[in-house]
């Protein structure tokens, strides 16, 4: 069965350094993948998406990857602030004519001053 | 939150109640999704519009949930009798391309 996996457990990094979230996925072979941000108490808010044909894309301190032969994407926060600290959500289109966009269950992030 | 809002923000209620949500996007959309999101997992995908008609159903939608779009703008989501597993955050969001803007959510709580 279709399946994406982020690592579960919190992320806690100092301010200043790059924090680095997984995002794998299996049974799937989509045209993209996207990264949201999610506040507690709000809905998730868009920050990047990466296409299949596309190895790497930036966005000012964030970088995402995206291996489709490891079946895996990297999202990077560099110079990390603990206003970065939120749930980060990794996303793939689902592949049907909905357009429908299948979540990951997220990763928290703390970013420590 | 952009271009989309939702009422009630919050909503506690008895088990065996109905309730009603409501999702108001800002400016026209062809488009819109709801998903349902429990504590410590992403969005679910529940249903989603096509102007006014309803197109696809996940099966997570028993039928106790019921949704529309009367006019193909605002969209309501319905659940009868609740059960105390209803309780989560229902989200309501509309694409744009390569995207899609999600609302504040209506937080549920089933007692």
């Known amino acids: 069965s279709q399946k994406i996996e982020q690592n579960s457990e919190a992320l806690n990094i100092q301010e200043g350094k790059t924090a680095t979230l997984t995002c794998n996925y299996t049974?799937?072979?989509?045209?993209?993948l996207q990264w949201y941000r999610q506040d507690p108490g709000r809905g998730p808010v868009f920050l990047l998406l990466?296409?299949?044909?596309?190895k790497e894309k930036r966005k000012e301190r964030l970088k995402v990857t995206f291996d489709t032969t490891l079946k895996q994407s990297l999202f990077h926060i560099t110079a990390s602030q603990p206003a970065d600290s939120a749930t980060y959500l990794c996303a793939l289109e689902g592949g049907s004519s909905a357009s429908k966009i299948i979540f990951g269950s997220g990763t928290r992030l703390s970013i420590r001053p | 939150d952009t271009g989309v809002s939702q009422n009630p923000r919050h909503k506690i209620t008895k088990r065996g109640q109905n309730v009603t949500f409501r999702c108001d996007p800002i400016?026209?959309?062809?488009?819109l999704y709801w998903y349902r999101q429990t504590l410590g997992q992403g969005p679910e995908f529940l249903t989603y519009f096509q102007n006014e008609a309803q197109l696809e159903k996940s099966r997570l939608l028993s039928d106790r949930f019921s949704a529309e779009r009367p006019k193909g703008s605002f969209s309501t989501l319905e659940i009868q009798r609740t059960e105390q597993g209803d309780s989560a955050m229902y989200l309501c969001a509309i694409p744009e391309p390569e995207t899609q803007y999600f609302g504040p959510g209506t937080r549920l709580l089933v007692l």
């Open positions: 049974n799937y072979s989509p045209a993209y």
């Open positions: 400016s026209e959309h062809n488009r």
């Open positions: 990466i296409r299949e044909n596309e």
